[in-house]
């Protein structure tokens, strides 16, 4: 699974590592209306910095059928989505035929990650621009699909867990391991215990795939979440993304690790999983440039390679 690029990094954040501040009276869960005005500041921010990841906030409009497949656009109410396994499994096999595959076990896989991915990215995006950590249970949140894709993601009851006020960096806030250990287990209280597990548990009541495959795609898409951000960010967001993988669940463990290299005055942060996605099933055979098939020396060659490519 790739990692997203960024169009740009600001200056103010390329600097060395944050200092630590004290935390203040703004750290602590926000509802109501605080939480509606932090979290459309936070989904504008990280629009800003990453155009495609789109995130809508409050009264989102019409929700698609319950049981129906949603048209591209239309909303789907994610906590009566996930807990349903044969709304699950039919929406799955029409993102698979959208996607060019009717083997449900490949369907499946490319759900789980795609969906895992813009669940949890606009968690870590808002959370690292903004110091604002959305509540991204199921039952506060809705998605769109767009071509057998899922797309934006709306959060229908607004809460959050602000990390920072809005005259701190979130970068000099997250330097202190209490706010970042915070916001890293707020993502996995709210958005992996009570989102994506229940997802995957779904899927697998009906459609005969590993569980480990589709955690496997869950971890790939949190790494993919903080490189992309560490893209825009600056090396301070290694610290805090290594940091949730080792407070991770058990669900996550072993299922990749990241690695830094440098090479021709330039650093690369990578994520490389155990388990192939199955991505290159579909028509064009793509290999992703993390797939664990790919001998671990070949992987390596082709990341030097990268960093040695003006423009890459």
Not at 137 to 161: C, D, H, K, Q, W
Request: proline residues 6%; contains cysteine.
């Amino acid at each position: 699974m790739r990692a997203r690029s960024c169009p740009s990094v600001p200056p103010s954040t390329t600097a060395a590592e944050p200092e630590v501040v004290q935390l203040e009276q703004w750290f602590g869960p926000v509802e109501g209306e605080a939480a509606l005005s932090r979290l459309g500041e936070a989904a504008a921010r990280v629009r800003s910095e990453v155009s495609y990841l789109r995130a809508e906030v409050g009264d989102l409009g019409p929700l698609a059928g319950i049981g129906k497949v949603p048209a591209d656009g239309t909303w789907l109410d994610c906590g009566s989505f996930v807990s349903d396994p044969d709304w699950v499994e039919a929406v799955i096999g029409a993102c698979g035929v959208r996607l060019g595959t009717s083997d449900p076990v490949v369907a499946a896989s490319l759900f789980v990650q795609n969906y895992s991915y813009r669940v949890l990215t606009l968690a870590i995006a808002c959370m690292t621009t903004s110091g604002v950590v959305p509540d991204s249970a199921a039952s506060s949140m809705a998605i769109t699909l767009v071509g057998g894709r899922p797309a934006a993601v709306g959060y229908r009851e607004p809460r959050a867990l602000v990390l920072s006020d809005r005259h701190t960096s979130p970068a000099v806030a997250l330097g202190d391991g209490t706010a970042a250990e915070a916001g890293c287990s707020y993502i996995v209280a709210r958005g992996l215990d009570e989102h994506l597990a229940v997802l995957v548990a779904s899927t697998r009541e009906r459609i005969k795939v590993g569980a480990r495959l589709l955690w496997g795609n869950v971890a790939a898409s949190a790494a993919v979440a903080f490189r992309t951000m560490e893209g825009c960010l600056g090396p301070w967001v290694v610290d805090i993304g290594e940091g949730f993988f080792e407070r991770a669940p058990a669900e996550l463990q072993g299922l990749g690790s990241f690695l830094i290299l440098e090479h021709a005055g330039r650093r690369g942060w990578y994520w490389e999983r155990t388990n192939c996605c199955l991505y290159d099933r579909l028509p064009g055979n793509v290999v992703c440039s993390d797939c664990s098939r790919t001998p671990a020396a070949e992987r390596r060659a082709a990341y030097l390679a990268s960093l040695a490519s003006p423009g890459t």
